[in-house]
């Protein structure tokens, strides 16, 4: 039986993410920052699924915590095939010229900082095993930028490269490094806006919509599995086309 780790898995994305691995027979590991809501997603799925699912709790901001949990998911689960980096701070609404060192590490320890040890204490782990994959759910906001994400955009430039290093230096162990680049994604944030709202957000993508947890999860499950076997280093885009598209889709139709 398969092992994957997701973090911040208790919700939309994330949650997606895990079922998906779990519809495919994979035994799950998810963690959230809040013990009770991990084991309840976990008793969800394995009921669901019929799978091994086990719930932790986990501040990504804590190293020697990360480090406790990927011991204990060892010894509950024998290791780990696949560890997908999801959780993420958005840092919105930060304004350059204004950001104190603690935003900067609100948004990067757990971005970045986090993300690094988790995928170190995966990496150690699939090394004893001879193989594994590293999934970074990343961001088009690593490419482009907009007002007011200066640092999420950092840390997922960031999350970038260290996939890309990770795959080099990784390689000869048989363990993989890849990331989605995800545009829109529909949340229950999404939840409270209006049809107009909704509108103007979707004219500026080519394909007129947002993706969905399922359709990101659909690229991780790619990423994570051997179906891509020989793949690593790659830039997986699921953004509806926004990446490409020089002006908003609207003004660019005209």
Not at 49 to 59: D, I, R, T
Not at 175 to 196: E, H, S, V, Y
Not at 233 to 245: A, C, F, N, P
């Amino acid at each position: 039986m398969s092992v994957l780790f997701i973090t911040a898995a208790t919700k939309n994305t994330g949650l997606a993410i895990a079922e998906k691995f779990a519809d495919n027979g994979f035994d799950i590991a998810l963690s959230s920052r809040n013990l009770g809501d991990a084991q309840a997603a976990a008793a969800y799925i394995s009921e669901k699924y019929h799978v091994k699912s086990k719930g932790y709790a986990l501040e990504l901001t804590n190293v020697p915590q990360i480090r406790s949990v990927f011991g204990q998911i060892k010894e509950d689960f024998g290791g780990i095939d696949t560890f997908v980096a999801n959780a993420a701070n958005l840092g919105v609404d930060t304004n350059l010229l204004t950001i104190d060192e603690e935003e900067y590490e609100n948004v990067m320890d757990v971005n970045l900082k986090g993300s690094f040890f988790c995928a170190q204490q995966a990496a150690l782990i699939m090394k004893e095993s001879h193989g594994g994959s590293v999934v970074f759910v990343s961001s088009v906001h690593s490419h482009q930028c907009i007002f007011g994400r200066s640092l999420y955009s950092a840390s997922k430039g960031g999350i970038n490269s260290l996939m890309r290093a990770m795959a080099i230096e990784l390689a000869q162990y048989n363990i993989r490094a890849n990331c989605i680049i995800a545009g829109a994604i529909r949340t229950d944030r999404w939840d409270n806006l209006t049809k107009d709202q909704m509108a103007a957000r979707r004219a500026n993508w080519p394909l007129g919509i947002e993706s969905t947890g399922e359709d990101i999860a659909n690229g991780v499950f790619y990423l994570g599995s051997d179906l891509s076997k020989t793949v690593t280093g790659t830039e997986l885009t699921v953004d509806s086309g926004i990446s490409i598209s020089l002006l908003p889709y609207k003004e660019a139709k005209r």
